[in-house]
Nanobody, 119 residues
């Protein structure tokens, strides 16, 4: 059973930066595809970025060019570097890790970390 713990959220002014961490225990995160999602109050959860086990990355249009997802396999951690933050980036940010083998897929979620961007 993989456990994911997000950290690094907080309150920042518009234009500022934060780095979120998604630390894994109970499994080797490098074999998993890892996604970051976010959910703002009153809105549906939306996908933000992913990195595959092979290191490919992709981003939602709303964050491309401002956010960067990366891995530190030695620390069993995936990061989300968020620059040029906007008030509309305010949300609870969640990471998940997914692994597919044959016809089965396993997905684990963290508990989330709050990001608040003030104008």
């Amino acid at each position: 059973q993989v456990q994911l713990v997000e950290s690094g959220g907080g309150l920042v002014q518009a234009g500022g930066s934060l780095r979120l961490s998604c630390a894994a225990s109970g499994g080797i995160l490098s074999i998993y595809a890892v996604n970051w999602h976010r959910q703002a109050p009153g809105k549906q959860r939306e996908w933000v970025a992913y990195t595959t086990s092979g290191g490919s990355t992709n981003y939602a249009d709303s964050v491309r060019g401002r956010f960067t997802i990366s891995r530190d396999n030695a620390k069993n951690t995936v990061y989300l570097q968020m620059n040029s933050l906007k008030p509309e980036d305010t949300a609870v940010y969640y990471c998940n890790a997914g692994y597919s083998s044959g016809s089965s897929t396993i997905v684990y979620w963290g508990q989330g970390t709050q990001v608040t961007v003030s104008s």
